[in-house]
């Protein structure tokens, strides 16, 4: 008898009706985390590991914060990277105000009520009418100081008085002030009508001397016609003849006048520029006004007949030598840090400005217009020396590298940059064209060739100065005999180019040396100018100082006649060219061994 059962469904039908899905998450990520372990053996959750913590909590913690978590005795405290100046502004803004910034979050701490009064102000950011109303309350305390007005006066006093020129309250404030003038007189230096100051000084210029033009129609800047050189030779100077001292802060750069020397043109920081004579009375002969701050650089044109200034104003200025006047005014809204003029004489319209925006900028003056820019610079400009005739310049800068250009194409043909380099703030191109001086700020000069390479010549190295900091000029004597260069403790040094030693040093300013010039004719001459706001003209010591030079340098001066005052070596007429009332000369004769000189009057 076969017995059969009922079927059944394994997988019964659910009415799943008013059913959620749920989702039953993994236990060991369920697990709760101690705040007081230092690690975990799961990868938890970021909303897990920040958590708040839940209990027990601690019956005598009264910040909930748990033992584990504190690693201050006030609780836990956790490094934060915090501006030094947004620091500084907090911490002095709470103990003035009594209230600060929270750094968890984007609220404040400290007196709310105090908050609210001031506006949440800081000690960095006042209102301009706060900043206005303490102006006013410290004009006032110093008119009060000065007597100049009573207690109901200064209260009443409103600020627009105080500020504005035109008001008898101003002008008693300042009455005395010598530069001040009266309400309907002259005004300040460098104020308009409305009493404000002006962005640019008006043009003008001012002749110190007695006329502009001789008895023959000749100006004042033109050369004498006797004027030439006297000696193949350059000999070091050692005494001081005469000290120009006009300007009334440092100088910073001084020129010769092309080819004969006759005028000196100096740039101050006093913002003027000035010119003098150097052969006859050695006075000031005119001096230029045109810019509001520091002259930094100036150039003369080839004949000396104009001449361009770059000053901290971000203006380039060429200037007439002889009337003054103002030809034309270039600006890119940069410093400029240097400027040349193309040497050739075809080209002396073309203008090259090294800028602080790191381009050499290339002008055409005779339009005004822009014509080049060559901006492969990673600095300010420093330097603009032109070389291998005329045809390529080399430029420096402050990204510590030099950079030779073909001109009028922006393209660098030769870049030198090693990491020993350092920036070089002044170059001198040498006589022979051949050879570079860069003044580097390691406290050495360095030589590189002009020619295809522009390599550095490692067997010639000038050091024992020191620069560092300072750009002060190199230069070379005329016959390429000497190196010389100022330094930052006021001495001018003097380097033989040939065994690259230091031959002599001269204690010229007080202060930073900053610039020095080489005579072109009187080729034993050099002026130096400093921060002292001093430039002074050096020449070659007496006899025996000539005759140590000569015999140290070799130079036979068996046939010559040197001057028993000055020293100078003449050879017209029996007459000095340098003291010209100096008539006893002296035949010189060195002997071997031992220097021995043999003097006889002539």
């Known amino acids: 008898m076969r017995l059969s059962l009922p079927s059944k469904s394994s997988a019964p039908k659910v ?28 990868n938890p959750t970021y909303d897990q590991l920040w958590a708040p913590i839940y209990g027990p909590a ?46 968890s979050g984007n609220n404040f701490v400290g007196d709310l009520d105090k908050l609210q009064e001031s506006g949440a102000v800081s000690v960095y950011n006042i209102p301009q009418n706060e900043q206005k109303r303490r102006r006013i309350e410290k004009k006032k305390e110093k008119l009060e100081k000065l007597g100049e007005v009573d207690g109901e006066e200064a209260g009443d006093m409103d600020v627009s008085e105080v500020d504005n020129p035109a008001t008898e309250a101003w002008i008693r404030k300042n009455s005395k002030s010598p530069w001040a003038g009266k309400r309907e007189g002259k005004k300040g230096e460098g104020e308009n009508e409305g009493g404000k100051s002006n962005a640019g000084m008006a ?8 006329e502009e033009r001789d008895y023959q129609g000749r100006s004042w800047i033109a050369p004498p016609k006797d004027a030439k050189a006297s000696n193949d030779h350059c000999y070091t100077p050692k005494r001081l003849v005469h000290t120009w001292s006009g300007h009334t802060k440092g100088v910073s750069a001084i020129r010769f006048f092309p080819k004969h020397g006759h005028l000196l043109l100096s740039a101050g920081m006093d913002t003027k520029v000035k010119i003098w004579d150097v052969y006859n009375s050695g006075k000031c002969m005119r001096t230029y006004m045109g810019h509001s701050k520091a002259v930094r650089d100036i150039w003369f044109s080839n ?15 060429y200037w007439d030598t002889e009337t003054g006047q103002v030809i034309s005014t270039f600006s890119t809204g940069k410093i400029p840090y240097v400027v040349r003029l193309n040497p050739d004489e075809d080209k002396q319209n073309v ?56 001109f009028g194409i922006p393209v660098v043909i030769k870049y030198i940059s090693e990491p020993h380099m350092h920036s070089m703030p002044s170059i001198a191109l040498h006589p022979n064209s051949n050879w570079l001086a860069a003044q580097s700020l390691d406290n050495q000069i360095l030589i590189y060739s002009t020619r295809e390479r522009f390599q550095l010549n490692k ?21 390429g005999r000497f190196v010389m260069s100022g330094d930052g403790e006021g001495r001018c040094w003097f380097w033989d180019w040939k065994s690259c030693r230091v031959f002599k040093t001269l204690k010229c300013h007080e202060g930073v040396c900053i610039g020095c010039e080489w005579h072109p004719l009187e080729q034993s001459k050099v002026a130096t100018c400093g921060w002292d706001g001093q430039i002074k003209y050096w020449e070659v010591g007496d006899l025996d100082d000539l005759l140590r ?48 000189v043999e003097a006889q009057k002539s």
């Open 15 to 42: 009415d799943d009706t008013m059913l959620a899905l749920t989702v039953t998450g993994n236990k060991a990520q369920s697990k709760p985390l101690d705040p007081t372990q230092h690690m975990v053996s799961f």
């Open 58 to 103: 601690h019956p005598y913690a009264k910040d909930g914060i748990a033992q584990g978590l504190r690693n201050h005795k006030l609780g836990f405290v956790e490094d934060a990277s915090i501006e030094p100046f947004v620091f500084d502004e907090q911490y002095n803004t709470f103990y003035k105000y009594g209230y600060a910034a929270d750094p």
């Open 203 to 210: 043009d003008k210029s001012t002749f110190h001397g007695k």
């Open 303 to 317: 004949d000396g007949s104009k001449f361009l200034t770059a000053s901290y104003d971000k203006n380039i200025k």
């Open 351 to 406: 203008l090259l400005a090294g800028m602080s925006d790191k381009k050499i900028v290339q002008w055409d003056m005779n339009t005004g217009q822009i014509t080049q820019e060559y901006d492969q610079h990673l600095g300010a400009v420093n330097t603009i020396t032109f070389v291998d005739n005329n045809r390529r310049f080399v430029t420096s800068s402050d990204d510590k590298s030099l950079r030779v250009w073909e």
């Open 459 to 479: 067997k010639k190295r000038f050091a024992g100065h020191i620069v560092a900091g300072y750009a002060c000029q190199v230069n070379f004597s005329p016959d």
């Open 549 to 596: 030079q000569a015999y140290l340098s070799g130079t036979n001066l068996e046939d010559e006649e040197v001057c028993s005052t000055c020293g100078w070596t003449t050879f017209e007429d029996g007459v000095c060219p340098t003291c010209g009332s100096c008539y006893n000369l002296y035949g010189v004769k060195p002997f071997s061994g031992p220097m021995m």
